[in-house]
């Protein structure tokens, strides 16, 4: 028994310190950008040994990858705190009202996006990393809800899935990254309800379509 407590603590304490060396590496990579960040600068930034730091990643690649399922998981999570169930309208309308309130204010992660794409170019695969972590499960996860709700007559649940999480990742970019909230300012609620009216409105003309075969 006390060797399982003492094995119980070491695993807790590893994980604090994990998490203590990715809040250090988030303000590094966001300040000096992917090529510039070091590890060396990532100890001191955390304020934890080389050899520490090394013990928990083993290399720089292999702290930004934990870095952004780190920031997946956080997403992930709070996107899927309420389950999508119910009346396909106020469903899709609660889950655009989320993902927009959970990320177009988090100025740390419109930055980490900012970051991704700007080293897109020279480092293509931290990009594909983020979209296979963060996007792509948001797409599978609205695809497999407008399949299971087949009332609503999709051509193609997939395609309106990634048009309904696109629009959104575009709302945040446009607004946020690109100072669209200046230019061409528009609230969060008319931009929601316009969505998912069109959602709505694929649904009955497909319906009326099917009636008058």
Known sequence: MAKTKRAEKSHRS?????????????????????????MDKVAKAAGVSKQTL?????????????????????????????????????????????????????????EFVRLIIAESGNYPDLSKLFLSQIAKPAVEIVTKYLQENQELNLEDPEATARIFVGSLVYFILNQKLLHGIEIMPMKA??????????????????????KNE
């Open 189 to 210: 609620d008319r931009y929601i309800d316009s969505l998912v009216a069109l959602i709505e409105k694929k649904d009955k003309i497909n319906s009326d379509n099917f």
């Open 14 to 38: 590893a994980l604090d310190k994990a998490e203590q060396i990715l809040r250090g590496a988030i303000p590094e990579f966001l300040k000096n950008g992917y090529a510039c960040t070091s």
């Open 54 to 110: 090394y013990s928990h990643f083993t290399d720089k690649e292999g702290l930004f990858t934990a870095l952004v399922k780190r920031i997946a998981t956080k997403k992930y999570n709070f996107v899927c705190s309420q389950p999508l169930e119910g009346e396909p309208k106020e469903v899709l309308r609660n889950l655009a009202d989320r993902i927009l309130t959970e990320n177009i204010n988090d100025s740390e992660y419109l």
